[in-house]
């Protein structure tokens, strides 16, 4: 613990950071900063078919945004550059080289049309899909010659027989028998690895500590210990997070719920709030308490008081938990934030005036546009007969009003409704709607002297 290196390897093959990617993240950096070690960025870039040139910045800046500064990574180097994959090729050649060499690894000439029968014939003989070993045999003076001249690709040897066997520092012990673990391919046919070889050799030369990553890559963990053996390393500590749930208990998917970071960076989310809601999902603070800052996080996690309970991840309770974050920020530092999603050049006295108004009201920092179209773009909407009436009777009162403040406003407004008999609610409805075109916004009086009397009682008016 006296030297903890965590680390995250997203893949740039979607649009940003998946917010999967953002909770396995922030344990990991939790955990390396708990024992101030180091947590590191790792592009894996070898899926050359989904490969998206921009989402590498995208992710970058995602996690800048997010506050989980890392201290290695693609652009900003560090002791163990490169931190691209595809900047590493010669590396992996290199030592799936020395498995070959050693026995542990060799390659295989079998066509896809060959893999693909074996497939169906497993399949209707309802056995497991995984390679038979057919090239496995082959000398390697022959296999080296062959390799030279036919496409080929180098899967790794597994043992036929025994177990293999790795700890979890959430689950435990954990045992595969090797007859139902595959020979996994290491290096495609274009040269690039897979995973599988590629994660285990990087995270083997960055000297990672602790690999922190989802439970959908527990059942590839045992071919990763068998590559450590294979190699003589020694193994990293594993620990493998329950993954993120839709609402109907699905895996957190695009079809059912935003999953990019961007998008909620654009809807105007926090991002200390999204870090509190994810660290809620699978942990909780020895208190009990759902709000807590990083920091807070840091202090008391304990990585094996994670529970393995799939989390729901609930937007509804993220969004609650970000209006709590909105009302704690002071008047200028939410000024600040909302100048970004707001119209260049939108007058920064009135943001400063709304701000307070709105800030009770708001879940998202997105929503104060609502609040603002009154104030920057009115239209008048179409008035029923009594609601016209009632905007005829408002003019009138509001026309005589000395000093147009919100109180007054209030005091003025109540007391026609009283002698008119109205009903209070229908009454502050049609006044409403005829200043701001809108059902609901910003507290009426507060609006009414935000406009101004001049303003105001042209709009009533517009509304007839």
Not at 107 to 112: R, V
Not at 206 to 222: F, K, L
Request: proline residues 6%; hydrophobic residues 40%.
């Amino acid at each position: 613990m006296d030297r903890v290196r965590t680390r995250i390897a997203p893949s740039p093959t979607g649009d940003d950071l998946h917010v999967g990617n953002v909770y396995t993240a922030l344990f990991n950096y939790i955990w390396s900063k708990k024992h101030k070690g180091k947590f590191i960025v790792r592009i894996e870039d070898t899926d050359r078919l989904r490969f998206v040139p921009q989402t590498e910045a995208r992710i970058l800046a995602s996690l800048r945004w997010l506050g989980l500064a890392y201290d290695e990574g693609p652009d900003i180097g560090g002791a163990y550059a490169p931190y691209r994959q595809s900047e590493r090729l010669p590396i992996y050649q290199k030592y799936a080289l020395k498995l070959i060499e050693a026995g542990r690894a060799y390659y295989c000439f079998c066509s896809s049309e060959r893999l693909e029968k074996l497939r169906k014939s497993q399949h209707e003989r309802k056995l497991p899909t995984m390679y038979d070993g057919h090239c496995k045999e082959i000398p390697l003076a022959e296999a080296r010659r062959r390799a030279s001249v036919e496409p080929n690709v180098i899967r790794l040897n597994v043992p036929e027989k025994g177990e293999t066997i790795f700890s979890d520092m959430i689950r435990g012990k954990i045992h595969f028998q090797n007859a139902v673990l595959d020979d996994q391919v290491l290096i495609k046919s274009d040269g690039y690895p897979t995973y599988h070889l590629a994660v285990v050799i990087d995270d083997y030369l960055m000297q990672v500590t602790h690999v922190i990553r989802g439970e959908d890559w527990i059942s590839s963990t045992p071919k990763h210990v068998i590559l450590y053996w294979a190699f003589g390393w020694t193994l990293p500590y594993f620990a493998h997070l329950p993954l993120l749930r839709n609402p109907d208990k699905s895996k957190l998917s695009k079809r059912k719920n935003p999953v990019w970071t961007s998008w909620y960076r654009e809807q105007g989310y926090l991002p200390e709030a999204l870090l509190n809601y994810l660290g809620t999902m699978t942990w909780s603070m020895p208190d009990g308490r759902d709000k807590f800052s990083l920091s807070e996080m840091i202090e008391a996690f304990d990585i094996k008081k994670i529970k393995t309970t799939a989390p729901i991840f609930d937007l509804e309770k993220l969004s609650w938990l970000n209006g709590q974050y909105i009302r704690e920020l002071s008047t200028k530092e939410l000024a600040s934030r909302l100048t970004t999603y707001l119209p260049k050049g939108t007058d920064t006295k009135l943001i400063n005036k709304l701000a307070p108004l709105a800030q009770p009201r708001m879940k998202t920092l997105t929503e104060f546009t609502h609040y603002l179209g009154p104030f920057v773009a009115f239209k008048p909407v179409p008035l029923s007969t009594q609601e016209k009436n009632i905007t005829r009777e408002f003019i009138a009162e509001f026309e005589l009003l000395l000093p147009w403040k919100t109180q007054q406003l209030e005091l003025t407004a109540k007391k026609l409704v009283t002698q008119k008999n109205w009903k209070l609610r229908e009454a502050f409805m049609a006044l409403r709607q005829a200043v701001t075109g809108e059902k609901i916004g910003l507290p009426l009086f507060e609006t009414l002297e935000l406009l101004g009397k001049k303003e105001a009682l042209l709009r009533m008016r517009q509304a007839l």
